[in-house]
């Protein structure tokens, strides 16, 4: 039986560092063939990403990703909003991806709803997406739209990547890939169906057999900033954060007064319920729950992008090429993770 290998099972060996602090560290990263200064993703979660968080997402250098858990006419107005709150950005398209649907026909009726606003690119949303359905829908979408930025996901092997490629999808370059199947915080795909992989181990997999040309974006699991740095030095281009983002002012939804805190509702990806405002429970892989609120983005973001910079520099890299090129994992033991956590008072 094959191991595994998940973050907390790894820590990356420190190098020497050249030319001082982690202010000369420089994140950029490209996602079919555009720049990112952060690469983090805001996941297009109902809880997580709408117009306001993508505003805010585009204003401090990341993308969001909107969800598509609703009306075509509702997304629309997600998009519209977008377009018209970034009005100092340079580029001449929406900031944002937009999440469609598995199938040919729905996720061409959304492209259609929205393609006048020129978003960033679309995200082909489905849960398990090495299936012959994901493969017929791109090579429909590739008829209409051959040179579209398209994110597909998700995906936990090689072999569903490769066989995505094989088909009639266009240029590799306008295609990028999300990793990670049953890892988010609230989801349970691995509970439910007994299926799954490790978010990192899937990124070693995957990078091992896919060219450095073809974009990566680690979706799931991440607790902290040195889960971030584990993925990128693996070989992500960059990650998508749900829980890490969750809570904070611009996620939708109110703020919820509740046992003396403040807090907001956090659902899974699979999720369209509302079981802490109607008590019911619509969906099956994914949960949902009360996070703390925290504030505005820009904190958040901030203090997790010093991180990443913090573990670059630990490992000697200044920049994506380097850390992915000199990058040491060791697996480590019980123990060895143990005296990682704060453990002051065992």
Do not use: W
């Not at 998940?6 to 060996?13: A, G, H, I």
């Not at 900031?95 to 649907?101: D, G, K, L, T, W």
């Not at 999720?271 to 802490?276: A, E, H, Y």
Request: charged share 20%.
């Amino acid at each position: 039986m094959l191991q595994a290998v998940s973050f907390d099972d790894v820590l990356l060996v420190p190098k020497r560092t050249f030319g001082g602090s982690r202010k000369q560290v420089d994140l950029t990263t490209y996602i079919c063939g555009r720049r990112m200064k952060v690469p983090i993703f805001s996941a297009n979660m109902s809880s997580v990403t709408e117009a306001q968080m993508a505003v805010a997402m585009r204003r401090n250098d990341g993308l969001g990703v909107l969800h598509r858990m609703c009306s075509l006419k509702e997304q629309h107005q997600m998009v519209q909003d977008v377009y018209l709150g970034v009005s100092e950005c340079t580029v001449h398209d929406t900031p944002a991806y937009v999440s469609i649907e598995g199938t040919a026909v729905k996720a061409l009726e959304r492209i259609h709803s929205v393609q006048h606003l020129q978003p960033y690119g679309y995200c082909v949303d489905v849960a398990h997406a090495d299936s012959s359905d994901v493969e017929d829908t791109l090579v429909e979408i590739r008829k209409e739209f051959p040179n579209i930025p398209i994110m597909v996901g998700n995906y936990a092997t090689p072999e569903g990547i490769e066989n995505l490629l094989s088909c009639n999808v266009g240029d590799a370059l306008n295609l990028s890939f999300k990793i990670g199947i049953g890892s988010g915080s609230q989801c349970t795909t691995r509970i439910v169906t007994g299926c799954g992989l490790p978010t990192l181990e899937s990124i070693f997999r995957i990078r091992n057999r896919v060219p450095k040309t073809v974009g990566l974006i680690a979706d799931g699991g991440f607790k902290n900033s040195g889960d971030i740095v584990k993925a990128l030095a693996a070989g992500a281009n960059a990650v998508m954060l749900g829980s890490l983002l969750a809570g904070t002012k611009e996620a939708p939804g109110n703020v919820i007064k509740n046992s003396g805190g403040l807090y907001k509702v956090y659902r899974g990806s699979a999720s369209f319920g509302q079981k802490f405002e109607s008590g019911k429970k619509g969906y099956i892989e994914g949960e949902e729950t009360l996070v703390p609120y925290k504030g505005h983005l820009t904190t958040i973001l901030n203090s997790l992008v010093e991180g990443i910079k913090s573990g670059f520099s630990y490992c000697g890299a200044l920049n994506m090429e380097e850390i992915q090129d000199n990058a040491e994992f060791v697996q480590i033991t019980q123990h060895g993770f143990k005296e990682s956590t704060d453990h002051g008072n065992s």
